[in-house]
Antibody, heavy 120, light 107 residues
Framework: QMQLQESGPGLVKASETLSLTCNVS????????WNWVRQPPGKGLEWIGY???????YYNPSLKSRVTISLDSSNNQFSLKLNSVTAADTAVYYC??????????????WGKGTTVSVSS | DIQMTQSPSSLSASIGDRVTITCRAS??????LNWYQHKPGGAPKLLIY???SLQSGVPSRFSGSGSGTDFTLTISSLQPEDFAAYSC?????????FGQGTKLEIK
């Protein structure tokens, strides 16, 4: 069974770049869409974007100018970079999988999340 | 973007109760509606996809209904492990969007 685990610094300074990695175990990163989702304190979930195993990406327009999602097939992982962070980027960040070709796309496997705080 | 509005934002209920959570989309999303359960420190769990299809391994006390703009998640008889947060999500169009969540607490 596929498992995902997020990793990265728990504290990032304002104006710097947040970098997170999602390690995929129990299966290859190929053939899936790989998503990043976040949840700020006291707020709902926000979808950040995805990368397909082919390398194509889609980013939430609200974050598009600051986000890069990349795939590292050799290490079976994918990454998120969010630059010019502010306090509003403080959140729990999750990685999640979408199976391509489904009639009803969903996020069917998730990591446990990692908390990132932005300090001023 | 499609806005998803969930209600209630919090709910107190007892073991054995029947509970319903609603989700409304700002435009028609057909049946492109998913429900998730999440607990503090844990991975969110897909419960329902396509508005009414039960994800493999999810207990049958969970059910979903609706299409177009109005959807419901029902738990037929609450169990202790069901006290958690629940979120709806539309996958009709990108950017995917979520409801603000419903926190289900023990009465």
């Amino acid at each position: 069974q596929m498992q995902l685990q997020e990793s990265g610094p728990g504290l990032v300074k304002a104006s710097e770049t947040l970098s997170l990695t999602c390690n995929v175990s129990g299966g290859p990163v190929s053939r899936y869409y790989w998503n990043w989702v976040r949840q700020p304190p006291g707020k709902g979930l926000e979808w950040i974007g995805y990368i397909f195993y082919s390398g194509s990406t889609y980013y939430n327009p609200s974050l598009k100018s600051r986000v890069t999602i990349s795939l590292d097939s050799s290490n079976n992982q994918f990454s998120l970079k969010l630059n010019s962070v502010t306090a509003a980027d403080t959140a729990v960040y999750y990685c999640a999988r979408t199976v391509p070709g489904q009639v009803w796309p969903s996020l069917d496997v998730w990591g446990k999340g990692t908390t990132v705080s932005v300090s001023s | 973007d499609i806005q998803m509005t969930q209600s209630p934002s919090s709910l107190s209920a007892s073991i054995g109760d029947r509970v319903t959570i609603t989700c409304r989309a700002s435009q028609s999303i057909s049946s492109y509606l998913n429900w998730y359960q999440h607990k503090p420190g844990g991975a969110p769990k897909l419960l329902i996809y396509g508005a009414s299809s039960l994800q493999s391994g999810v207990p049958s006390r969970f059910s979903g209904s609706g299409s177009g703009t109005d959807f419901t998640l029902t738990i037929s008889s609450l169990q202790p492990e069901d006290f958690a947060a629940y979120s709806c999500q539309q996958s009709y169009s990108t950017p995917y969007t979520f409801g603000q969540g419903t926190k289900l607490e023990i009465k």
